[in-house]
């Protein structure tokens, strides 16, 4: 055992989680699973040391050490190699560590002295898991570690947890079935865990919920039962004026309250923000028709050949990091704006775009400026924001201060507002808790809307995906399935 947690529970404003109990073993991967803003990063720092909790104990075996790589991309020195340096004790002593360890992740020598800030979202998300693998942690704490990755990277990095014991908090299904041992789902109360990964413990967690439900129904309805037993003894003792009837009474009347202090009704997840869109819908045989456009980068990348998106068709790009993914959806978004002739676009296109950055969200802004500017009035603005999980002290704050998950949240609250017809979207579930992924793959599924995505999930890729266009060298084609690629990158 590395690793002891005894009836821990932490409070911030709201309880987070209670009595949470677990052990961590050698080679345990556990995967911790909530919706966003139910307390997995805060699990994760106080297991760190880095947050007190509110009450119960952690322990940790002798000698055994923690290191977590957090979520967002913090405190990060100048270059990427500088930054795994920081995680060390001694960095002029031990600098091999951080060559070794950048070799196991196949950094590339050129990245590793460019500035960091310069670097992808993905190599940024290496450098801070390296910064907390590089002194070779007991045990590894990891948030959101997918998150801009492309599939090969998650790829080796399933290939390089492999051994290690780790206690990682993701939204990535595909990604958790792949790599835990066990599954966490975290609650205000009646956490639950299960030695399964998450595919097979959410069955079971949906089981345990379900055959829950079914023992509170049948202890209420026993409890109501003796009550009702109660009540008539009551009235018989009265008109005979027997004590031994009124004793009976009170008897049952106390076993019915210690049943129904003792029902458990099954837990509800409580929405951490609805995920609503408003597709329009379009009489266009042809929203987009891409007549051999050129996608461009610093230099060409490919041609599109003639393709085209109708309405109801939802387009999956495939294709490595650096082939031009988010240049074709750059390209597709430059021509809804302003004409091209290789890319031509129906007039009755309706918009609604959210970028892999959430770059459309000016960062100085105001959840509650955001949605007045739609023209929604005060009451319906905040009833909105709250309904997508954004909390009345934080609507009128700057953008700057949400989570991730609450940003995602309000693009897609902004969609919604628009009724677009059309969604371009470019990794739309970075930040998105399984719940949210759900609730969009859903709206994103109803007849009337058409989109182009980009996206690393291979559990939403699947969900969502009825067509598939993949860059392959020069040239961008339709294949019929993403699995093909899907096996190349893995």
């Known amino acids: 055992m590395l690793l002891s947690v005894k009836s821990l529970g932490l409070t911030l404003g709201q309880p987070l989680f209670s009595d949470l109990s677990f052990t961590l073993a050698e080679g345990d991967i556990l995967g911790l699973i909530a919706a966003n803003g139910r307390g997995k990063s805060s699990l994760l720092r106080c297991l760190s040391g880095d947050l007190d909790p509110s009450s119960g104990e952690i322990t940790r075996a002798r000698s055994a050490t923690v290191a977590r790589a957090e979520q967002d991309p913090a405190n990060l020195a100048p270059t990427l190699r500088d930054t795994v340096l920081a995680g060390l004790a001694d960095p002029e002593g031990e600098f091999w560590r951080a060559d070794i360890l950048l070799d196991e992740l196949q950094v590339p020598e050129p990245f590793r002295d460019q500035p960091l800030s310069a670097l992808s979202g993905g190599w940024q998300r290496t450098a801070l ?8 942690p007991s045990v590894l704490l990891l948030d959101e570690p997918t998150n801009h990755l492309d599939l090969s990277r998650i790829a080796l990095l399933q290939r390089w947890l492999r051994g290690k014991t780790v206690i990682v908090a993701s939204h990535d299904r595909a990604f958790l079935d792949a790599v835990t041992t066990r599954s966490l789902f975290l609650r205000a109360s009646d956490n639950r865990l299960f030695a399964l990964p998450y595919t097979a413990a959410r069955a079971a967690l949906t089981q345990a919920d379900a055959a829950q439900e079914r023992q509170a129904v049948n202890d209420l309805a026993k409890a109501d039962q003796l009550r009702r037993q109660a009540a ?62 050129e996608i461009r980068g610093d230099r060409p990348l490919y041609r599109t050949g003639t393709l085209w998106i ?8 495939l294709g490595a990091n650096g082939t031009g993914k988010s240049r074709l ?20 296109l309706v918009l609604g775009h959210a970028g892999q950055g959430l770059e459309e969200l000016p960062a100085r802004a105001t959840p509650f400026d955001l949605i007045m500017a739609h023209r929604t009035g005060d009451g319906p603005a ?6 997508a999980g954004i909390r009345p002290d934080m609507q009128g704050k700057a953008l700057g201060l949400l989570s991730g998950g609450q940003r995602a ?12 017809n059309f969604y371009l979207l470019d990794e739309p579930t970075n930040h998105l808790d399984i719940e949210g992924q759900e609730a969009l793959e859903a709206e ?14 291979r559990a939403f890729v699947r969900a969502v995906g009825n067509r598939f266009w993949e860059i392959r060298g020069k040239k961008l084609i339709e294949v019929a399935s993403p699995e093909d690629f899907f096996n190349a990158q893995m």
């Open 129 to 136: 898991l390296a910064r907390a693998a590089v002194s070779d």
């Open 232 to 293: 008539k003894l009551k009235n018989i003792g009265i008109n005979s004026g027997s004590d031994l009837l009124v004793v009976k009474t009170k008897q049952l009347k106390d076993r019915a309250d210690k049943i129904e202090a003792a029902a458990r009704p099954a837990h509800r997840e409580g929405s951490s923000g609805a995920i609503r869109l408003a597709p329009t819908g379009s009489h266009a045989k042809a929203l987009i028709a891409y007549q051999d456009a």
């Open 310 to 317: 109708e309405p109801g068709d939802r387009v999956v790009i």
């Open 329 to 348: 959806v750059a390209a597709t978004l430059a021509a809804i704006r302003a004409p091209d002739p290789a890319i031509k676009v129906t007039p009755s």
């Open 382 to 387: 905040r009833s909105l924001l709250a309904e």
């Open 409 to 420: 949240r309000l693009a897609m609250l902004l969609l919604r507002l628009q009724a677009p």
């Open 444 to 457: 994103l599924l109803k007849p009337e809307a058409a989109s182009l995505l980009v996206s690393h999930d």
